[in-house]
């Protein structure tokens, strides 16, 4: 599976973004998939994930109410709303598969990585 993530860029306090992961291959319909990100100065770390059907969620807690993983399987695609962008949301957004069940919320727990989408939100 190759992950191709887009949707990042500039915006301000209190705005929304919607980050996309387009996957390739056939296998993206049992794949679960998750979200990282990287501020300036700090560790990657993790921000939400979903299963394989998209039935099941997991959300880090400063995102919790304010930001919401889907997928559409159909389209081989991964989303990331992001409401109510905070400044300490600024980072890339990296988007991680692995393939299997399950809810992963820990980096080695994925095998595909794809480049990261910068956020940036300003004050």
């Known amino acids: 599976v190759q992950l191709q993530a887009s949707g990042g860029g500039l915006a301000q306090v209190g705005d929304s973004l919607r980050l996309s992961c387009a996957a390739s291959?056939?296998?993206?319909?049992?794949?679960?998939m998750g979200w990282f990100r990287q501020a300036p100065g700090k560790e990657r770390r993790f921000v939400a994930a979903?299963?394989?059907?998209?039935?099941?969620?997991n959300y880090t807690a400063s995102v919790k109410g304010r930001f919401t993983i889907s997928r559409d399987n159909a389209k081989n695609t991964v989303y990331l709303q992001m409401n109510s962008l905070h400044s300490e949301d600024t980072a890339v957004y990296y988007c991680a598969g692995r393939e299997g069940r399950g809810v992963w919320l820990q980096e080695s727990n994925y095998n595909y990585w794809g480049p990261g989408t910068l956020v940036t939100v300003s004050s």
């Open positions: 979903i299963n394989w059907s998209g039935a099941f969620t």
């Open positions: 291959g056939r296998s993206f319909g049992s794949t679960a």
